[in-house]
């Protein structure tokens, strides 16, 4: 998957996450809404319903202070004994009659009664007569008040004292009155419903386990239309049709919602007490409230919302995956540029650079990465071409010959970087004598390195013209004259070793001379500075003249010669190895083998150079003469040595 879908698909990732995680919020917080509401809506109702028993126990107080005013003044009705039925009868309380229809005008739907304490009716007035003696059985005389035990009315009963005696005043409010001020108040349907109360249904008998949950309706009551609201009944006669069952249902719960179809609703039950109660049984106004409306604007503002934010995320995805779009074009265009540079195309052209935001910053860097790869590509190629120039100077050097057999000899350069300016050589004359050339060329690198080639091919072809080393210089000098336009030199030394006597003729062109290492007959060790001649470096002057010198070696004599890279090396502190250093070396010597005093040599230079990076060609040739070779050794054919015959070993470039 490319970087614009994956930031794309996290993108939109984040701006639905957001979304999906506020429906759900959103979703919880309208259950934890609703739950809250209908809980602080139980909170409201409870009181409530309580004023309401509170009003209608003040409107049946309210006539009975009135009646316990006129009792006392009441004249005491006669009474004689019925010989029929053998109890007693009253006169007619005329008086009292007249006084109770009065208050009962201005208390309209009460009904009133006065009872002896027997039980007797001795007076009533009312409608609803017939509940006025409802749990009365002249024994239960103390104050009480609320439903009565048949659930059809509100009563107060008080205890009065007359001259007579005891008589109990009751008044009675009919339940659907009572519901229907509710109703009328609330708006709503209201129910009174009467269900059992078991305080552990564990213990429940099996006889009494139909009673669970059971309910029983006492009453409905539902609101009248008034002029401000004309369908106000209608509508609540809809609605308690739609959620009548589900709103009678059995609930363990003093609140809880409810649904039906599209109708919504809140139910909240408040427990009344009951005139006679029992413990088993309980008495509840179930307040039914129709939520239908707001529901459905709830639901409809929801549909907006949630339309308006997925309408919402679907246009920020389009701009966003347009704008990824725009704005990964440069990154694309960008892109294209490296796998360009992959494919060593460095003309193609980079674009963006002019910008000034991050892809300008990265296009102009990879306008340079692309002019470092170049360079490097350059550096490669050049680093290739140094290294074959290194292996075709390597080829120069002589590694090994079969010619010289009454000398040994060992050599090594090592150039400072890839090729270098010093050279050796060593050949066979046509007298069987053996040529040797040791050369440092000015500066170092592949310059120095073409220049010493030149002037080793020179040298080497035009010793076999001349004898004399110094007409040997004179002639090579002429020549590298002629072709020096980068005006280099190079110091040389040439050195032609009778293999008779050990003597060795030379011509110094500006070199190190050459040390001599001998040792006489008491083992005693001499190092010895070849005479200097007069000479100049090689490649300076053209008509230049060259003297030489000789110097005698003994057989086992050994001549070291070198180039300044091994007396100038530098250590840390900035201070030469030096010449004294050399002698100082060579003096301790105590092998003649040639690659034993080399070894020594170069391991002596790099302890004291330490990490110190080289900074000249260093080359170092040991010849040792072994003396005229004997008959077994001239008869040895195509080059092999025997164990005791001399040998000749060169070392190119390690």
Same mark, same amino acid.
């Given at each position: ?16 996450? #957001? ?24 909170? !409201? ?84 007569? !017939? ?158 409230? *129709? ?38 074009? #440069? ?11 992959? $494919? ?19 296009? $102009? ?208 502190? *900035? ?7 050399? *002698? ?28 110190? #990076? ?11 003469? !072994? ?28």
């Amino acid at each position: 998957m490319q970087l614009r879908s994956r930031i794309t698909l996290a993108a939109a990732f984040f701006l639905l996450a #957001p979304v999906v995680l506020f429906f759900l919020i959103d979703l919880m917080r309208d259950r934890f809404i609703a739950s809250s509401f209908v809980e602080r809506q139980f909170e !409201d109702d409870q009181p409530f319903v309580e004023g309401f028993v509170r009003e209608a126990q003040l409107r049946l107080e309210a006539p009975a202070s009135e009646i316990q005013a006129i009792l006392p003044s009441e004249q005491i009705p006669r009474s004689f004994l019925n010989p029929d039925t053998g109890t007693l009868v009253y006169e007619p309380w005329t008086t009292m009659q007249f006084r109770l229809e009065q208050i009962a005008e201005n208390h309209a739907g009460l009904s009133f009664g006065l009872f002896d304490r027997d039980g007797q009716l001795l007076v009533s007035v009312g409608e609803n007569v !017939d509940l006025l003696a409802q749990g009365y059985d002249g024994t239960n005389r103390s104050y009480a008040n609320g439903i009565s035990p048949n659930a059809d009315s509100f009563m107060v009963r008080r205890t009065m004292r007359t001259l007579r005696g005891l008589y109990v005043y009751v008044g009675a409010l009919s339940v659907e009155e009572f519901i229907g001020n509710i109703s009328d108040s609330v708006g709503e349907p209201v129910a009174l419903i009467q269900r059992a109360i078991i305080e552990n249904p564990a213990g429940v008998r099996p006889q009494d386990q139909a009673r669970l949950g059971a309910i029983e309706v006492a009453g409905v009551g539902l609101p009248n239309a008034t002029s401000a609201a004309p369908n106000r009944y209608e509508s609540a006669v809809v609605f308690w049709e739609a959620v009548k069952d589900s709103a009678l249902a059995s609930q363990p719960r003093r609140y809880f919602t409810l649904s039906d179809g599209e109708h919504r609703g809140i139910v909240t039950e408040i427990r009344v007490e009951v005139l006679t109660p029992m413990l088993e049984e309980g008495l509840f106004v179930r307040l039914v409230r *129709n939520r239908t409306l707001a529901a459905i604007r709830e639901e409809k503002q929801n549909r907006l919302v949630y339309g308006g934010f997925t309408v919402l995320i679907l246009v920020s995805v389009i701009l966003l995956l347009w704008f990824f779009n725009r704005s990964f074009r #440069p990154l694309t265009d960008l892109i294209e540029a490296l796998r360009a540079l992959a $494919r060593h195309d460095f003309d193609y052209r980079i674009p963006h650079t002019n910008r000034r935001d991050e892809l300008g910053a990265l296009a $102009r860097g990879l306008t340079d990465f692309r002019s470092s790869l170049v360079d490097r590509e350059r550096l490669v190629l050049l680093k290739e071409q140094m290294e074959f120039a290194a292996q075709i100077q390597r080829s120069i050097l002589p590694h090994s010959f079969n010619v010289a057999d009454f000398a040994s000899i060992d050599a090594i350069t090592k150039p400072a970087e890839d090729v270098g300016g010093d050279f050796f050589d060593v050949f066979m004359l046509a007298n069987g004598n053996a040529g040797i050339v040791v050369a440092d060329v000015a500066d170092k690198g592949m310059g120095s390195a073409l220049f010493g080639a030149l002037a080793s091919s020179l040298t080497r072809a035009t010793a076999r013209l001349y004898n004399c080393p110094g007409k040997v210089l004179e002639a090579v000098n002429q020549q590298l004259c002629e072709r020096n336009e980068a005006d280099l030199f190079v110091t040389l030394f040439y050195g032609v070793m009778d293999r008779e006597t050990g003597v060795l003729i030379y011509a110094n062109a500006g070199h190190e001379p050459p040390l001599l290492l001998n040792r006489d007959g008491g083992g005693e060790t001499r190092v010895e500075r070849t005479a200097t001649t007069h000479g100049l470096p090689l490649g300076l002057v053209p008509d230049a003249k060259f003297e030489t010198g000789s110097v005698t070696l003994r057989p086992s004599d050994n001549l070291v010669l070198f180039t300044d890279g091994i007396t100038e090396a530098e250590n840390a502190e *900035n201070r030469l190895f030096s010449s004294a250093a050399l *002698n100082d070396l060579l003096l301790r010597q105590s092998s003649n083998v040639p690659s034993d005093i080399i070894s020594s040599v170069l391991e002596d230079v790099r302890a004291f150079t330490g990490e110190q #990076p080289q900074s000249d060609d260093i080359t170092l040739m040991v010849v040792r003469y !072994d003396g005229v070779p004997t008959q077994k050794s001239a008869d040895n054919k195509d080059g092999e040595e025997s164990r005791e015959s001399p040998k000749l070993r060169v070392v190119g470039n390690t």
